[in-house]
């Protein structure tokens, strides 16, 4: 019959081997394995054992935090998109890209400081301070602050997006403007608040969630959003904690490679939160 699938063809499909496509792709070009594992290259002179695992720890980290860009952007857009429940399947992604985060700094965790001195040096002024990817994962939850782009001098790409993400709204932004479209009387300056400074508190927005709260079977969309947001920043702050007992474990109270107060500076980020009303509301129940 002039419809039967040519027999070649057909023994190609059944061995899953798809001759559309018009090279054979192996698994080391399509994840382009040899520019990724040639990316580590340890500045120690004579070499010192410990660098590749600093190295390594910190590329890996970076390439998470990258995936988490992707999908806190696109979390923002499904929400712009009134598509709650697509939102919330990237919130759920995004916690566990943050517990893979989290668990690697056990990894780390096992240089010591003796180790660790023997590569400090070769760090020089290099520092995860001047991660860009962080920034723009803090920027799109909503700790914006102007003056961290100017970190970015040195990467004038990154400084863009920086530019960029700074003047856009968050993803609790997005969220605030979501609960407006359905009906819920969110305070309008939040709605028209200038989106280049970090959040702040807002009493009556505390009152809105209140309400939520209280019956959480009449609210069961936003509810769960807004328990999907507690879970992301709770992870982020056992992220962030994690982080300081390795720094502590590793180098006492000394300085950062980059000038930063090293544990200190940790230790004050703690205190940064996101979504504050979602943790005031916390207060009035009950």
Known sequence: MADDPDPTVARDLESGIQRDFSRDMSYGDYLHLDALLSAQVPQSDPPQHDELLFIIQHQTSELWLKLMVH????ARSLLDLDELGPALKRLARIKHVQRVLTDQ?????TLTPSEYAEIRPYLATSSGFQSAQY???EFLLGNKNADMVGVFRH???????LQALLAEPSLYDAFLAFLARRGYPVPQRLLERDVTLPYRLDPDLVEVFAG???????HWGVYETCEELVDVED????????HLQVVQRTIGHKTGTGGSSGVDFLRRAL???FFPELFEVRTRLG
Do not use: C, K, N
């Not at 700094?105 to 965790?109: D, H």
């Not at 992870?235 to 994690?242: G, P």
């Open 135 to 137: 920034r723009e994962v």
């Open 71 to 74: 999908e806190l952007r696109s």
């Open 212 to 218: 939520v709260y209280a019956e959480p079977g009449e």
């Open 235 to 242: 992870s982020f702050q056992q992220w962030r904690f994690r």
């Open 105 to 109: 700094w056990s990894v780390l965790a």
């Open 155 to 161: 990467d004038p790409a990154a400084q863009e997006r």
């Open 271 to 273: 205190d940064l939160t």
